[in-house]
């Protein structure tokens, strides 16, 4: 593993960060609030700034860039937590995958379907190609107030390994499931290879002054209890205990989304600060299912947030009344979507604090 690129910061301690509190365990009268894809294409100072920075890739690699497009949401909404603008792609990136974003397509990487073809990835995530982002992570932390945590991130190493094996994204996930029933050794090879490189890169966040990481496991929800034992509990709960050997008190947030039945097996292995809901969770079992005094994060439907009115109150107050009065982040159930009003974010926000 390379040396870290930048050195840790002396950060204050952020006694006043509601999210920070919520994950040591402290359930919040007024619980703390950040969505996932807060900075998108829904708000138009982010497709303004992108539409000049040319490629994606560009953006998430361009320390300046990066930074206003993190603090945009921050701005207008006052969320409790930024997440750095970046994506899951750039540790296949930085492991030596060609990875390309095609316009109103997504993801395009040279797809690796084998363990010869492994071969053409480096051993080692080359964290240098990375400096950029831990160089955004570090200008965001200096910008933020002190109230306000910055969340670091990457994909679970069965997300990113689906798009390294299809090529692209989506629900594309068949050619890494087959790869997995065909040749599991090479299939794990490669996701152990994703531990190692996700745990050097989110230590590398953490180390730049990220509050803390969330992983994203996007994809995992459909494999069967068995399959999801040993591709995403095992990996996510070997990647949280390699950030914690480097960063002991690392605050670490893991996102199974979809794991329904599963997230109780999940829950019990995976030493997480807090889990993440998906939209069709049944949230009381959810929250039955996960140590007391864990945090929970989610779970309003995205598409009740871009209808707005009166059934974003209503899928609001579901959320607050089925998981508050024990640690809660109040967030999506998936990200926001891209023609969603940016109005009816701030109607969230304020429904949530509304009794502040
Ligand atoms: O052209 C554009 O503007 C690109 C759209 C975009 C954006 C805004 C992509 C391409 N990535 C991102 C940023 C991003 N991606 C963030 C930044 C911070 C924030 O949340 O505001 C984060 C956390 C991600 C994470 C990510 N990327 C995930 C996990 C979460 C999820 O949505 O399930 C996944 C699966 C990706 C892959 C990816 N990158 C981009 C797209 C369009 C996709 C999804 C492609 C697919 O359909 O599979």
Not at 30 to 52: F, I, S
Not at 68 to 84: K, Y
Not at 208 to 219: K, L, M, T
Request: glycine residues 8%.
């Amino acid at each position: 593993m390379s040396a870290p690129v930048v050195e840790r910061r002396e950060t204050p301690p952020r006694d006043g960060s509601l999210f920070l509190r919520t994950l040591s365990g402290e359930a919040l009268p007024t619980p703390p609030v950040w969505l996932m894809r807060q900075a998108g294409r829904y708000l138009p100072e982010y497709r303004e700034l992108r539409a000049r920075a040319g490629g994606f890739l560009d953006l998430c690699y361009t320390p300046a860039l990066a930074t206003e497009v993190t603090l945009q949401p921050i701005r207008r909404f006052g969320f409790d937590a930024a997440i750095l603008f970046s994506d899951i792609l750039v540790v296949p990136h930085a492991l030596g995958q060609h990875v390309g974003f095609v316009e109103g397509e997504g993801p395009r990487l040279e797809p690796v379907t084998s363990r010869a073809e492994f071969g053409r990835l480096r051993d080692e995530i080359d964290l240098a190609m990375l400096a950029p982002v831990y160089e955004t992570v570090s200008r965001v932390r200096s910008e933020l107030a002190p109230e306000k945590a910055l969340i670091g991130f990457c994909g679970a190493p069965y997300t990113v390994a689906t798009y390294m094996v299809a090529g692209r994204g989506g629900d594309e996930q068949a050619p890494a499931r087959l790869l997995a029933y065909r040749d599991p050794e090479a299939f794990s090879e490669l996701i152990d290879r994703l531990v190692e490189a996700s745990a050097a890169h989110l230590v590398a966040q953490l180390e730049a002054g990220a509050d803390a990481v969330q992983i994203f496991d996007s994809w995992s929800g459909d494999l069967p209890p068995d399959e999801f034992t040993r591709w995403s509990t095992e990996p996510i709960r070997a990647l949280c205990e390699r950030v914690r050997a480097r960063v002991p008190d690392a605050k670490i947030l893991a996102f199974p989304r979809g794991a329904g039945a599963k997230l109780a097996g999940f829950a019990r292995a995976v030493p997480a600060n807090a889990f993440g809901l998906a939209t069709s969770e049944d949230l009381r079992a959810a929250r039955a299912a996960v140590p007391a005094g864990v945090a929970l994060q989610g779970a309003i439907d995205p598409l009740a947030l871009m209808a707005g009115g009166a059934a974003l109150d209503r899928a609001v107050d579901r959320v607050l009344e089925e998981l508050g009065g024990a640690p809660l982040v109040v967030n999506l159930g998936h990200g926001v979507r891209q023609h969603t009003p940016p109005e009816h974010v701030g109607q969230l926000v304020a429904r949530v604090r509304r009794n502040r």
